[in-house]
């Protein structure tokens, strides 16, 4: 159980383009996704968290313009990548949680590379 | 915002050797899990484990939170072991979590 999937795995686009990124939780309602993203070498950092039917919440420095969340269904989470640059390159990897359940469980992640 | 410490950030063994990460954190946290890394990105659960000690297979997990910190144990390791292992804590079950920068395992054969 507590399966996350993500898609695509792999995304190679062109500089200007918008690249969407879909979580999903394949056996669980998840009323929280987060979308991190890391860097080679680097540690996670979270970029925005998203609740069912309500606005993303932003961390500091997160360009809400630039990387838009939608999570329309309590098993479904998207993240668009607007207008990418090749600085937008990197894994992104969401995670999902359940209302009352402690553990958060992680997508297999999207690697983005920007031409 | 609360911060956290792993170490080592490197460590390289031998296969069949044992080890200890160490995860410290800088204030009173609710929330407190060991994810292990794979070298192809995958996030796999190990411990939830705010406070006590749990065992799982090979590994095993203490946190002392009045002493704000967490160890992982990995005992007779083996190659799979490799990959990066990640202490996140968070202040409560809802919040979001803290990562730490990770500790990279290297297992030779």
């Known amino acids: 159980g507590a399966v996350v999937s993500q898609h695509p795995s792999w995304v190679i686009c062109k500089s200007g383009t918008s690249v969407k990124i879909e979580c999903r939780s394949l056996?669980?309602?998840?009323?929280?996704m987060f979308w991190y993203r890391q860097f080679p070498k680097q540690s996670l950092m979270l970029m925005a968290t998203?609740?069912?039917?309500?606005?993303?919440?932003?961390e500091q420095g997160v360009e809400k313009d630039k990387f838009l969340i939608n999570h329309a269904s309590l098993t479904l989470s998207t993240l668009t990548v607007t207008s990418a640059h090749p600085e937008d390159s990197s894994f992104y990897i969401c995670s999902a949680r359940v209302a009352g359940v402690e553990t958060q469980y992680f997508g297999p992640g999207t690697r983005l590379l920007v031409l | 915002g609360i911060q956290v410490e792993q170490s080592p950030p490197d460590l390289i063994l031998q296969e069949g050797a044992n080890s200890t990460l160490r995860c410290n954190f800088s204030?009173?946290?609710?929330?407190l899990q060991w994810f292990h890394q794979n070298p192809w990105g995958q996030l796999i659960n190990l411990f939830y484990i705010p406070s006590g000690t749990k065992q799982n297979g090979r590994l095993s997990a203490t946190t002392v939170a009045t002493e704000r910190y967490s160890l992982l144990y990995i005992s007779s390791s083996q190659t799979t072991d490799s990959g990066v292992y990640f202490c996140?804590?968070?202040?409560?079950?809802?919040?979001?979590?803290?990562f730490g920068d990770g500790t990279t395992l290297t297992v030779k054969p």
């Open positions: 998203s609740n069912e039917g309500s606005k993303a919440t932003y």
């Open positions: 204030d009173s946290v609710n929330n």
């Open positions: 056996d669980f309602q998840a009323t929280t």
């Open positions: 996140a804590v968070a202040y409560s079950n809802a919040g979001k979590s803290t």
